[in-house]
T-cell receptor, first 114, second 109 residues
C-alpha cells in the first residue's frame, strides 16, 4: 500500500475548540489533498497543496485552514470547530495534479463535534 | 462545485449476477475514475479512463468513458461477496477531481 497515514483516526471535540488533523506520506508526492465525506455529498475538496508552502482552496474551504511546511506532512486545522464540521476527513496524495492518474487515499479521520 | 450523479444509489444483487452502474454530469470531464470504498477505509482506485469512448477492464470490472465526455459506466461481471462496498466515480476538470455520491453494492450469497 502507498505510504499515507492519517492521525488521529477518531476524534471527538467540543464546539469552539481548535482541531488539527495530520496527513503524513512517505511517497514524496508533490500533491496532497484534504476531502470531507458526508452522506449524500460524496467526497468534497477542502484544500489542496501542490508543493511546500503552496496551497489552494477547494469547494468547501470555509472554516478550514491548511499548512504544508514539509513535503511529507499536510495539516488541516479547524480554527473553531462547529457541529457542521462533523464528518469523515480523507487525505489523498498524487504524483501529478493534472495527469489524471488519480489519488491514493488515507484511511480517514472520523471527527465528531459535540 | 461540479455535480456528478451516480445511479443507482444502492443495489442488492445475488452472487454471480452482473452489475451495471453509471455516473452522469452536465459538465465535460477530461478524465474519469472509478473507486471502491470498503467500510472504515479510504477509496481505492479501480479503473482510470482518459479518452472519450475508451473501454478499460480490470479483471471482472469494465468501465467506459462516455462519448459525450459527460458520463461514465462501470460493469462488474459475475459478482462475488467481496464486491460489497461503495463505488464512486470521479471526473477531472482542470486541476480538480469531483466525486459522485456513490453506489452502495450489497451482494447476497
Amino acid at each position: 500500500d502507498a505510504g499515507i497515514t492519517q492521525s488521529p483516526r477518531h476524534k471527538v471535540t467540543e464546539t469552539g475548540t481548535p482541531v488539527t488533523l495530520r496527513c503524513h506520506q512517505t511517497e514524496n508526492h508533490r500533491y496532497m489533498y484534504w476531502y470531507r465525506q458526508d452522506p449524500g455529498h460524496g467526497l468534497r475538496l477542502i484544500h489542496y497543496s501542490y508543493g511546500v508552502k503552496d496551497t489552494d482552496k477547494g469547494e468547501v474551504s470555509d472554516g478550514y485552514s491548511v499548512s504544508r511546511s514539509k513535503t511529507e506532512d499536510f495539516l488541516l486545522t479547524l480554527e473553531s470547530a462547529t457541529s457542521s464540521q462533523t464528518s469523515v476527513y480523507f487525505c489523498a496524495i498524487s504524483e501529478s495534479g493534472r495527469n489524471g492518474y488519480g489519488y491514493t487515499f488515507g484511511s480517514g479521520t472520523r471527527l465528531t463535534v459535540v | 462545485g461540479q455535480q456528478l450523479n451516480q445511479s443507482p444509489q444502492s443495489m442488492f444483487i445475488q452472487e454471480g449476477e452482473d452489475v451495471s452502474m453509471n455516473c452522469t454530469s452536465s459538465s465535460i470531464f477530461n478524465t474519469w475514475l472509478w473507486y471502491k470504498q470498503d467500510p472504515g477505509e479510504g477509496p481505492v482506485l479501480l479503473i482510470a479512463l482518459y479518452k472519450a469512448g475508451e473501454l478499460t477492464s480490470n479483471g471482472r470490472l469494465t468501465a467506459q468513458f462516455g462519448i459525450t465526455r459527460k458520463d461514465s459506466f462501470l460493469n462488474i461481471s459475475a459478482s462475488i461477496p467481496s464486491d460489497v462496498g461503495i463505488y464512486f466515480c470521479a471526473g477531472r476538470t482542470g486541476n480538480q477531481f469531483y466525486f459522485g455520491t456513490g453506489t452502495s453494492l450489497t451482494v447476497i450469497p
